[in-house]
């Protein structure tokens, strides 16, 4: 079985990351093609492999999604599964996926550091609040790019944007905002 790669959980909804089909396509990977099987069991994904086979994928499980028509949920429910069938026919692993059998020891040792090192905003956003002089929100920044030198794009712009919030605060003699 081929190494696998990791994926990183670019998108963002609900309150949660998750890599799209457009991450993994960005990262360099092609989708596989994909069609839906009706069985006794339910709905599944297919894709095609590289020998031009098809191989069972995700199943297509429509969740009960309150504020959706039922066209809505059957779409969220077949995106979802059409993210992991390429997940699995590409033999990916998301970045905080550390359990996946597919994923050999060091890449599971790399996920478990960068879940154990990852960015708690809610953290940095409470600390921020305690600080009262740009000195010392200038200090923490400092620190902060220490203990995390390798952020994402978008964790760069909303820890940049963060500070410069309590910075702008501060100068304008306002308190932390709750």
């Known amino acids: ?48 492999d590289d020998k031009g086979e098809w191989q069972i994928g995700a199943k297509v499980v429509v969740p009960d999604m309150k504020g ?54 809610d953290d940095i956003r409470e600390h921020l609040k305690t600080l009262t002089t740009s000195a010392a929100v200038n200090a923490y920044a400092n620190e902060v790019s220490k203990a995390y030198p390798n952020p994402t794009d978008k964790q760069r712009y909303a820890i940049q944007t963060m500070f410069a919030e309590r910075r702008e605060d501060i100068l304008n003699g306002t308190r932390a905002k709750q």
Do not use: W
């Open 1 to 48: 079985m081929a190494d696998s790669n990791i994926i990183n959980n670019s998108s963002k909804a609900y309150g949660y990351n998750y890599a799209s089909l457009g991450d993994i396509a960005r990262a360099g990977h092609t989708i596989p093609k994909m069609r839906i099987k009706p069985t006794d069991n339910g709905e599944f994904v297919e894709y095609l």
């Open 68 to 121: 959706s028509n039922d066209a809505q949920a059957y779409g969220a429910a077949l995106t979802y599964a059409r993210r992991y069938t390429a997940l699995l026919a590409l033999q990916l692993v998301c970045d905080d996926d550390t359990k996946v059998e597919t994923a050999d020891a060091e890449t599971r040792q790399y996920n478990e550091q960068r879940k154990a090192n990852r960015l708690s905003f």
